[in-house]
């Protein structure tokens, strides 16, 4: 998922599914684009799960309306750096193949 939830109600953004909005309660959401953001930390994990890339980097991005999204890196990326979402990568292997997801990205 490359794209954001946005609420009807007030407008708030989340990347994570909820049942209700943080800001205001409401329980409608809209997908939008998650467009642009800023890479606001990074991380790197170095003992991971089985099938989890080592080492794994990782970023917490803001983006517009109030969304946070923590996520893989795709590349090497420092704070501060404009970013964006991308969807269809494999983030782990496992016994029943593999797990795909959205990835932070550096924004072309």
């Avoid at 990782?58 to 893989?72: C, D, T, Y």
Wanted: charged share 30%.
């Amino acid at each position: 998922m490359t794209d954001l939830l946005e609420c009807r109600d007030c407008g708030r953004r989340t990347y994570y599914e909820k049942r209700r909005c943080p800001a205001c309660g409401g329980s409608a959401f809209d997908g939008v684009s998650a467009g642009e953001g800023e890479l606001l930390s990074v991380t790197t994990v170095y003992v991971t799960p089985d099938g989890v890339r080592e080492p794994n980097a990782l970023g917490l991005a803001s983006f517009a309306g109030g969304a946070n999204v923590i996520a893989q890196l795709d590349e090497e990326l420092s704070i501060g750096d404009a970013v964006r979402l991308v969807g269809d990568r494999e983030l782990r292997e496992t016994d029943d193949g593999p797990m795909w997801g959205a990835r932070i990205v550096a924004a072309e």
